[in-house]
């Protein structure tokens, strides 16, 4: 428990210096390699854990580890492994079909282009739009979880939306959760290398061990899961039993999250 306080504290202190000031992640990096993989979950919307992400890539590139990067945030089939380590940003983002509306380049850029110019492969890993109508109604998906994960997926859906999702709705879009995560996994299969590292980039939800991508994978694979946890974090995403190691960053200002969503699923005015 010591050398897990231990490196936390070190990787939290490294993410204050730059992005080439590597000596303050060699010991949480040393609690969890060696791994094929490592599911780094993020909270999207905490500009501390891209640096994290940034600088956990960059460390690895610089000592010949790194295999690959995998993000939610592109679609499968897009990938960054034909251009030169040169590529101007204009093209990477041309290559994973980057969707700045939905992921802000300005967050996720230096991530990216950290393992772009250590000439590591960025890889689309999401499953894309045009195949979610077809796992909304996918009943088969369902029994890709246990029962207990299924329903924790069905209730984070449920948490996610603020109450306001019709109940209708939730099972179609867990199934959509399960086609994402079994996605990566494939992704993250298919980008190993001998004694490298691929790194995926993405929700917490995507990499919980109950119900995320560690449930598809294929078995005897080594996969550690990072949990970045800004705050106070509760519940699944809080939970050390969902991980390999929780590392706390700073709280973000409070934020309404369902006010969007209200406004959203508000009745409309009858017309007069």
Not at 19 to 47: I, K, S, T
Not at 87 to 94: D, G, L, S, W
Request: net charge positive; hydrophobic share 50%.
């Amino acid at each position: 428990m010591r050398c897990r306080i231990a490196a936390i504290a070190l990787l939290f202190l490294a993410s204050c210096a730059g992005p080439r000031e590597h000596a303050g992640v060699q010991a949480p990096l040393a609690a969890l390699l060696p791994a094929e993989l490592l599911l780094v979950g993020e909270q999207h919307d905490a500009p501390h854990h891209q640096r994290l992400e940034h600088e956990l890539i960059d460390t690895l590139a610089a000592r010949g580890l790194l295999a690959a990067v995998a993000l939610e945030m592109a679609d499968a089939g897009a990938s960054t492994a034909h251009l030169p380590r040169r590529a101007e940003e204009a093209e990477v983002r041309a290559a994973l079909r980057w969707n700045d509306a939905a992921w802000p380049w300005l967050a996720y850029g230096p991530v990216v282009m950290a393992a772009v110019r250590a000439g590591v492969p960025v890889l689309g890993a999401n499953l894309p739009r045009t195949r979610m109508r077809e796992a909304m109604a996918d009943a088969t998906l369902d029994a890709r979880l246990p029962p207990a994960a299924l329903a924790a997926q069905q209730q984070a859906i449920r948490d996610g939306h603020c109450g306001l999702l019709p109940e209708t709705q939730i099972t179609p879009m867990a199934r959509i959760q399960i086609a994402r995560d079994i996605r990566m996994a494939h992704a993250l299969e298919r980008a190993r290398l001998p004694g490298k590292t691929v790194v995926l980039v993405a929700g917490s939800g995507h990499v919980l061990r109950d119900r995320g991508v560690p449930v598809h994978l294929a078995t005897g694979i080594t996969a550690r899961v990072l949990l970045l946890q800004a705050g106070g974090a509760s519940g699944a995403v809080g939970n050390p039993a969902q991980a390999d190691l929780v590392l706390p960053t700073p709280a973000l200002p409070p934020t309404d999250y369902c006010a969007g969503l209200r406004k959203q699923f508000a009745p409309r005015p009858s017309p007069q």
